[in-house]
């Protein structure tokens, strides 16, 4: 029996502290942390979002909590959830959080949810919060189980510096009502207006002339990541060669697997990766030039001597890597994970990021040069965030380069659509083209997989600012996190991977008509390659291929003068 749930319910009592008092709140931690009430004196601080569901302004109370007196980071501020948390379904965490005024530095905030259960501690969010400014949680969760209670913690900055919370949020999240509003977004977004002139012989043919339009393919990319296992597996092969037009090498291109042990470089197995690709006629990203992680660093690079042996190392690496494929790779991620690690600036110094880059577009100008990062999607990092995310890429272009992608792992669990979107537009401010680049969505029921995975299919799909989305894998057993597969190890397809299926085929295009007394022919499609076929009373059957592309941002129609057919 379906469970009833309701959506968009605030589950936290006395959220906004209408009455001046803290019914419901409690400090909790060590015996000297209070809490208090307070208003924000200058209302011109208080941050002003867009609800994206309701398409209405959202705008704090302006009423917060003050958690004084914490001699531990663990120290904060609490509530019982009275309301009855469900199952299966995704709840959403929000509200506002700032530091207190004797605040120097930022620092993360948590928000925690306790169950009474086999769950215990669940990490609903996190933010980096500074004094002076208040920064939006966006964070979520999801309970196996149905708790026997359940409370909601917000916690962590250092010992001794004041947390200060405004209206704080949990309620479930209705992912279909949110499909609703992406419908008119993503026809905004991938379709565009077409007519087909066949002239005004083709009106006064007897009978008329009936008109059938059949998308075959989508310009919007769609990839997966490949090894040189994999590629002997025909169950990995049936999927791959009917679903995906780009493709990114797993391990193959790091520098770790091309030269594990010092000069000994091989690239065998790139190359026959991409000699694969080509075959099949797929597209390769470049991942990756270098890794910026310090756990993912070879052990010989670790044991180099003083900056310029290093420094060596990775102009031999930059120019051995890029000039041996060149115009071979259309992207390449060049320093990957940044905002999780630094271990090449750290030992060349700050110009070191932007030096990679300026030094392989000289190389391969053609290829697209990109960041790539986790957890910027997904709300609970605070190292990971969009702005921080923007602040890097403006760093890197200061130095000179010219970063033309920025590449979204898109390694999610419970994902909410408003987080994602709220992502993806504050990214789309700085012009350059987003890609999803190791999708997956772990989550053991496979039903809530394929629901997890829609969530972001939708949201990059109706994105004009996402121009294609690469998977991190589809095939059980082969994958490197585990329960996000899509394809049985058998080959057959399960609830997630027809998930993606029946989304590709609904981002297809399939008209029917006859030609109108101007002898036109109108439709709205998404964009890709499309056949025609004319089919006359006598019989007569022509058939004619075309490509309707984005033009003018869809505004303009794509006008085709198909009077020769």
Not at 16 to 43: I, M, N, Q, R, Y
Not at 316 to 344: C, I, T
Request: aromatic share 8%.
């Amino acid at each position: 029996m379906a469970q009833e749930v309701a959506f968009d319910v605030n589950l936290i009592q006395n959220s906004t502290l209408e009455d001046g008092g803290l019914a419901g709140w409690a400090p909790f931690g060590s015996l000297t942390t209070t809490v208090s009430v307070h208003s924000e004196e200058d209302d011109t601080t208080l941050p002003i979002t867009m609800d994206q569901q309701h398409e209405h302004v959202n705008k704090p109370s302006g009423r917060y909590i003050l958690v004084s007196g914490r001699a531990d980071e663990k120290d904060g501020l609490g509530q019982a959830i009275t309301g009855a948390l469900k199952p299966r379904v995704t709840y959403r965490v929000a509200g506002w959080v700032s530091l207190g005024a004797s605040s120097t530095a930022a620092a993360a905030v948590r928000v925690n949810l306790a169950v009474d259960g086999d769950e215990g501690l669940v990490e609903c969010g996190a933010v980096c919060a500074e004094a002076g400014r208040w920064t939006e949680i966006k964070g979520a969760f999801r309970l196996r189980t149905e708790p026997r209670g359940a409370a909601v913690y917000v916690q962590g900055a250092p010992a001794g510096v004041d947390v200060r919370v405004m209206d704080l949020r949990v309620f479930a999240t209705d992912r279909k009502a949110r499909f609703r509003l992406l419908k008119d977004k993503t026809d905004k977004t991938r379709k565009r207006d077409v007519v087909l002139k066949f002239g005004e012989a083709a009106s006064r043919i007897p009978g008329g002339a009936s008109v059938r339009v059949v998308q075959i393919d989508n310009t919007f990319p769609f990839g997966t990541c490949i090894n040189t296992s994999v590629i002997q597996n025909p169950a990995f092969m049936d999927f791959f060669t009917n679903h995906f037009d780009w493709a990114v090498f797993e391990n193959e291109l790091k520098w770790y697997h091309t030269e594990n042990q010092q000069g000994q470089v091989n690239y065998a197995d790139a190359d026959s990766l991409l000699e694969f690709c080509d075959r099949h006629g797929v597209h390769v990203r470049g991942h990756c030039i270098f890794w910026s992680v310090e756990g993912d660093v070879q052990q010989w690079v670790k044991n180099l001597q003083g900056r310029d042996e290093l420094m060596a190392a990775v102009q031999s690496r930059l120019h051995g890597l890029v000039s041996r494929y060149a115009g071979k790779f259309p992207h390449y991620d060049v320093n990957n994970e940044m905002l999780h690690g630094h271990f090449f600036r750290d030992r060349l110094g700050d110009d070191v990021p932007a030096l990679m880059f300026t030094e392989a577009a000289k190389i391969d100008p053609a290829a697209a040069l990109f960041v790539n990062d986790y957890n910027v999607d997904c709300g609970n990092d605070p190292n990971a965030t969009p702005e921080k995310y923007i602040e890097l890429i403006t760093s890197l272009q200061r130095g000179g380069a010219e970063v033309r992608g920025i590449g979204l792992q898109g390694h999610v669990s419970n994902p909410v659509g408003q987080v994602i979107c709220d992502a993806l537009d504050k990214l789309a401010t700085t012009g350059i083209p987003i890609w999803f680049t190791e999708l997956d969505v772990p989550e053991q029921d496979v039903g809530l997989r394929a629901q997890d995975l829609e969530v972001v299919l939708r949201e990059a799909y109706a994105h004009p600012a996402v121009e294609g989305v690469v998977l991190w894998g589809f095939l059980q057993g082969t994958m490197w996190r585990q329960n996000a597969w899509l394809v049985n190890a058998d080959g057959t397809v399960n609830e997630a991977g027809q998930m993606f299926v029946n989304l590709q085929k609904e981002w297809k295009t399939d008209a029917l008509g006859i030609v109108d007394g101007n002898g036109n022919f109108k439709f709205r499609g998404f964009h890709g390659t499309y056949v025609v076929e004319v089919k006359t009373a006598t019989g007569k059957q022509i058939l004619k291929t075309f490509t309707v592309d984005k033009g003018d941002n869809n505004t303009t129609p794509l006008v085709l003068d198909l009077a020769d057919v």
